[in-house]
């Protein structure tokens, strides 16, 4: 055995790439990345366009059907993924950001401020998060929305985007601050630690380079697991209406278009069942890749012994 | 006890927070679309809703209120009150919310216990499927399937409203299976976990039958995780019967909840975060008594 080659990190992504449902996962979801990115480019379909032929059948032409609009469906669910990826991908940067900080502030200055700072984490635990994300929403849509449209209406969507985003990353980061926090407190005592602030190492710095990069595996493996979770509300909040607007879509939206048209009369499945099946496959592989950098990092949870 | 204490806090918290994001900003529900015929009905609609007043007295006339237990009239149903409706919707909310719990419980545990005893049969098997379902097919994309191929193709149970039980079998299957699915889970791990430690083995050792062993000595200590996670769990019932009421169109307190945010009805909304947020911590005081009960090591 090499262990000269051998630091964690490099044995973590030695058993990340044995991992076969991990790494299927990541090949899918570059996959889905790559084409949600550049196909409607490629197509040169406009996903918003309408046109004479609502409800076709998925076919040659139209390869997961049209909407009641007329519009390829095909084209749309790219689009609509890449609002969620999006999404999820900015969301969870947003909750890493508050909770790696959070974390490390209430783990390193510890005693009052550590209990105070926790505390509050308990109470915004005790709340029901996803009603705080609808009323901020409103808040954002009763507000900001009409100062915009009197101003700089084109810029409404990517603003409402955005702030969806800033308040689905701001309720998502409480697990996360925990898990920093758990840990600084176990890095506080250690001797490496307490070697560097015996030679005065200024405390930004040691965050920096000490504390960091040892909490770099925690925090990897809680974002992955915390991406799917912002996709799911994004979808949710879309699904009921109140996240994404139309003409744009997002995998909620689309879900929820297909949900409309169902009716006992005439069933027009392509509309529900290849957003659903895609919304399905995303969350797969994005658990699958949470999973699998989780069993990587912490092998005793991996192989369950 | 201190999180009984804690309650009142939390729940003043949230009406002050609410109030304030809702009330304290220009802009009313009067105000644009629904502007009133005329300056003197405008300053009617205003008194009558207190409108007209500093906003610090309107703050504590709405906590005097409610802490009286009067949530206010709804803004949108102009001849209701939020008490009136939340009494008309939350006995439907908690009877399909009661369902998909007995659903998640009654088929979760039993699942999670025949897959931990025998590892790779055909529980575990399901229990791996039913985990598979859980955690990739929201409740939101199960909801519509289940209307689709059960609903329409096979046309086995109707597919909307409320009332007999064949309305409520796919609403209840929705919200049910996730979290059955969760709960089989920590089950399974529990049963795992418990089935080598050594107070089994003393069981066995002193010549126990082995379904006494599981039933007396096991699934009580699996259960115990199961029920520390009752508590996020119901809040996430919450959440997914949102969703189910507004795929089912079911006249719960989540479809009005969802509809007081396009109405702007904001009496509404201020009533029912209060409303989930009460109900939340009831829940998991219930599912923290419920613990200590069956662990005293709990909080001693």
């Known amino acids: ?305 | 006890m201190a999180r009984v204490a804690l309650i009142p806090v939390l729940l003043w918290v949230v009406a002050t927070l609410s109030f304030f994001l809702l009330r304290a900003v220009p802009g009313g529900p009067f105000d644009r679309e629904r502007a009133p015929a005329s300056r003197e009905v405008e300053a009617a609609l205003k008194a009558r809703y207190h409108w007209d007043e500093p906003l610090w007295r309107q703050y504590g006339r709405y906590l005097g209120n409610v802490m009286h237990g009067d949530l206010g009239p709804s803004l949108k149903y102009r001849n209701h009150s939020v008490n009136d409706l939340l009494g008309q919707t939350v006995p439907v909310s908690l009877a399909l919310g009661g369902m998909a719990f007995g659903v998640a419980i009654g088929l979760g545990i039993p699942l999670g216990v025949l897959a931990a005893l025998k590892r790779g049969g055909w529980a575990d098997y399901a229990a791996a499927g039913l985990t598979l379902v859980g955690v990739c097919v929201p409740v939101f994309v199960l909801g519509p399937l289940l209307v689709l191929v059960l609903g329409l193709w096979l046309e086995w149970f109707p597919v909307a409203l409320w009332g007999s039980w064949q309305n409520a079998v796919l609403p209840t299957l929705t919200l049910g299976l996730y979290f059955a699915a969760r709960v089989a889970r920590w089950m399974r791990e529990g049963m795992i976990e418990v089935l080598r430690s050594s107070h089994v083995q003393t069981a066995r050792a002193k010549g126990l039958s082995e379904t006494a062993v599981i039933l007396r000595h096991v699934v009580p200590v699996a259960l115990v995780p199961v029920i520390s996670y009752t508590g996020p769990m119901l809040a996430d019932l919450l959440t997914g019967s949102f969703v189910v009421e507004n795929v089912f169109q079911i006249p719960g307190t989540g479809a009005f909840f969802i509809n007081s945010f396009f109405s702007r009805d904001y009496t509404m909304m201020m009533g029912m975060v209060l409303f989930y947020s009460l109900l939340l911590q009831v829940l998991n005081l219930f599912s923290d008594l419920l613990l200590r009960w069956v662990d005293p090591r709990v909080g001693s």
């Open chain 1, 1 to 305: 055995m090499n262990t000269l080659s051998s630091s964690p990190g490099r044995l973590a992504l030695r058993r990340f790439l044995r991992n076969r449902t991990a790494v299927s996962s990541v090949v899918f979801l570059l996959l889905a990345t790559v084409v949600s990115v550049f196909g409607p480019w490629v197509m040169a379909i406009d996903p918003n366009q309408g046109s004479e032929s609502p409800f076709v059948s998925p076919g040659a032409l139209h390869w997961m059907g049209t909407d009641i609009h007329g519009r390829d469906l095909f084209s749309r669910v790219l689009v609509g993924t890449r609002i969620s990826l999006l999404v999820g991908a900015v969301g969870a940067g947003v909750s890493v950001l508050i909770g790696v900080t959070w974390g490390l502030v209430s783990g390193w200055r510890g005693g009052r401020t550590d209990a105070w700072m926790m505390r509050f984490v308990d109470v915004l635990y005790a709340l029901p998060t996803v009603v705080w994300v609808m009323l901020t929403l409103t808040l954002f849509e009763t507000r900001c929305v009409g100062w915009l449209s009197e101003r700089w209406p084109a810029s409404i969507p990517a603003f409402r985007l955005a702030a969806m985003m800033v308040s689905l990353g701001s309720v998502s980061w409480l697990t996360m601050a925990r898990i920093v926090r758990a840990q600084v407190l176990s890095l506080r005592e250690r001797p490496f630690i307490l070697a560097a602030q015996s030679i005065g190492v200024p405390p930004v710095r040691l965050m920096l380079r000490h504390f960091l990069p040892n909490l770099a595996g925690v925090v990897i493996v809680y974002l992955t697991l915390t991406v799917p979770a912002v996709v799911l509300y994004e979808s949710f909040l879309s699904f009921l209406g109140l996240g994404v607007r139309p003409p744009q879509a997002s995998l909620g939206t689309l879900i929820a278009d297909g949900a409309s048209q169902l009716n006992s009369v005439r069933v027009r499945w392509w509309l529900l069942v290849f957003p659903a099946g895609l919304m399905t496959l995303m969350l797969a592989a994005l658990n699958g890749v949470g999973e699998g950098l989780r069993s990587a990092f912490e092998p005793r949870d991996g192989n369950g012994d």
